[in-house]
């Protein structure tokens, strides 16, 4: 199955079944490829609506390697949305470089997709954007289960 933009995705967890919805592909350089919203809650069962989950507030972005995945049976596409109005717009992502002795980021930057600006320190608001670069299946997982948040991440 090829992914399409609208694709729900369900991810498999220890602790339930977790959803996504894939809403961009950055294609530009350099190319982060399939943008995943990760929807908030893990599920004990998948919901007879799937359209409902688009109802469900976000807890995170990441790029994924969504082709593949699905590819590898690793993530499974459970059907396909209208991307919510709420979703259309591509998300501002932070970076920053962490100082391995202070285990902070000293210079946040934010990018929308096309361009990255220099905030310096970041407002309560940005740390909850989500944090730009690719996960990998596993990653993306635990992230899942340990109920990670851009805003809790103690960078």
């Known amino acids: 199955m090829k992914a399409r933009i609208g694709d729900i995705v369900e991810i498999t967890t220890s602790k339930g079944l977790a ?3 894939y809403t961009h592909r950055h294609t530009k350089p350099p190319k982060y490829g399939a943008l995943l919203r990760v929807f908030d809650g ?16 976000i807890r995170f972005s990441t790029f994924f390697p969504l082709q593949a995945a699905v590819n590898k049976d690793l993530v499974r596409i459970i059907g396909n949305i209208t991307v919510p109005e709420n979703l259309k717009p591509f998300p501002v992502f932070r970076s920053g470089t962490t100082n391995p ?7 946040w930057w934010l ?10 320190n970041l407002t309560d608001e940005q740390r909850k954007l989500s944090f730009r670069g690719t996960w990998n299946d596993t990653f993306l997982r635990d992230r899942i289960e340990a109920g990670w948040r851009p805003e809790n991440d103690p960078r």
């Open 111 to 120: 990018w929308d997709g096309d361009r990255e600006w220099r905030v310096g």
């Open 101 to 107: 002795k202070t285990k902070k980021v000293a210079m």
């Open 42 to 57: 893990i599920f004990s069962v998948q919901p007879d609506d799937i359209a409902s989950l688009a109802r469900i507030p």
């Open 19 to 21: 959803y996504a919805v």
